[in-house]
């Protein structure tokens, strides 16, 4: 096996991108990648699209083919195949380029990953995002995406002692760091306070506590690492790559304040890439929701299990902080087009670790992790990455 190296990255602003297409979302992501790493279009090898939803969003399926054509791929004859795993869609989009490099089937690749969300009603993208969770078990009995993570929340409350103000730092902190990223789609700060007293979603999730509705792109050019600074003086190299599957419902789960798919998934990326959670400088993990910011860093070793809200409380997830999580804002501030939301994490791993973060920069970071989820954890893939081989 071959190793690999992020070479190009490139990514959408993220929001209600009303003027803009599915079709030209992902290709400006596209083209954005291709010319950071200052190649050809001839040059790529295949592409991989990261989609969870598009027949329900904007009534296209056929997803690869469609990107291949309109970004102007089609006349090279190269593969292009859509890749979907709910929300970890673009996490998974990644891997099988990382994969296909790695083997040596391939050796220039894009991994992006795009989602136009807004186009439909909110109950159209609601019943849509349902469809990630457990349709028969959990769906039609009235479980939405914020129910099932409030059942998440109200257990971890009940067994750690976790708070709705520990819960709404996160959306604080988030916020903050989204605010510094010109991609992001909420540049603002936010309070405890305004979190708090926000409208219920489902108890004790407010709606400042849950992702929103987003469009936007994103896409990465993989290459293998020996070739790699052929291209760029800043290649970031793939030191791992993990992916787990767990229950698809919540009701069949040991715990469900621990998604085990991550746990697993983390100790073979670990393993893969010989560290261990201390050597991690900052990740971008999977905050659909805040209760789920929390249990990530638990479930990733960050923390001990149910310290997670009193940590994020107490600023050690900040930047600055001990492991900073989600420098982008993550999905509560940068968004979560869902199709596009793992690779975006690598986008800005990449740009952390290349020092081209700017008012977020984590200083002296070296290596850097993602997380990245699908549905309530029924998937979960992990990446690390480090400036060096």
Same mark, same amino acid.
């Given at each position: 096996?071959?190793d ?18 599915f079709?030209?979302?992902?290709v ?9 790493a ?9 592409l991989y699209?990261g ?8 009534e ?9 054509d ?20 673009g996490?998974l ?8 490099v ?6 220039i690749?894009? $991994?992006?990953g795009?989602?136009?969300?807004? =186009?439909?009603?909110?109950? &159209? @993208?609601? /019943? %849509?995002?349902?469809? !990630? *969770?457990?349709?028969e078990?959990e ?8 129910g099932?993570?409030?059942?998440i929340a ?10 709705s103000?520990q819960l709404?730092?996160?959306?604080v ?14 540049q ?13 979603i ?10 929103p509705i987003?469009?936007?792109a ?10 790699a ?10 030191k791992?790559?993990?992916? $787990? ?6 009701? =069949?789960?040991?715990?469900? &304040? @621990?998604l /085990? %798919?991550?746990?697993? !998934? *983390?100790?073979?990326a670990?393993d893969?890439?010989k560290?261990?959670p ?12 805040t209760?789920a ?8 070793g ?7 809200g ?10 600055g902080?001990k492991?900073?999580i ?5 999905l ?18 990449t ?8 008012k977020r ?28 081989r």
């Open positions: 096996m071959r690999v190296a992020i070479i190009g990255v490139g990514c959408t602003e993220f929001g209600e991108l009303w003027d803009k297409s079709r030209e979302l992902f400006e992501a596209g083209i954005s990648a291709i010319e950071d200052g190649i050809q279009g001839g040059k790529i090898d295949a699209v989609n969870m939803s598009g027949g329900r969003f904007i296209q399926e056929h997803i690869g083919s469609l990107i291949a309109y970004a102007g791929l089609a006349s090279f004859n190269i593969p292009s195949t859509r890749v979907e795993a709910a929300c970890a869609s996490g989009a990644l891997r099988q380029g990382i994969i296909a790695a083997s040596g089937y391939h050796d690749v894009i $991994a992006g795009a989602e136009k969300m807004t =186009d439909v009603d909110v109950e &159209t @993208t609601t /019943d %849509a995002l349902a469809a !990630a *969770a457990d349709r078990w769906g039609v009995m009235g479980a939405t995406f914020p099932l993570y409030a059942m109200r257990l971890h409350m009940h067994r750690y002692g976790t708070t103000e709404a730092s996160v959306a902190k988030n916020h903050h760091n989204g605010m510094m990223n010109p991609k992001a789609q909420f603002h700060e936010i309070s405890i306070d305004s979190v708090l007293n926000s409208v219920m489902a108890d004790p999730l407010h709606v400042f506590d849950c992702s987003s469009d936007g994103s896409a990465v050019v993989l290459a293998p690492a020996e070739v600074r052929k291209y760029t003086d800043t290649p970031v190299y793939v791992a790559s993990a992916q $787990a599957s767990g229950t698809l419902s919540l009701h =069949d789960r040991r715990d469900i &304040t @621990t /085990d %798919a991550t746990v697993v !998934a *983390a100790k073979k670990y893969m890439a560290v261990t201390r050597d991690i400088d900052f990740a971008e993990v999977h905050d659909c929701f209760i910011e929390i249990c990530a860093i638990e479930d990733l960050f923390v001990k299990k149910g310290e997670g009193k940590v994020s409380q107490e600023g050690m997830t900040a930047i902080g492991i900073p989600n420098t982008s804002g993550g509560k501030a940068c968004g979560h087009p869902v199709g596009a939301t793992g690779v975006k994490q690598a986008v800005e791993i740009m952390q670790l290349r020092g081209e973060a700017g920069q984590v200083d002296g970071a070296e290596i850097g992790l993602t997380h990245n989820v699908g549905g309530s954890g029924g998937t979960a893939v992990i990446h690390i990455f480090g400036r060096e």
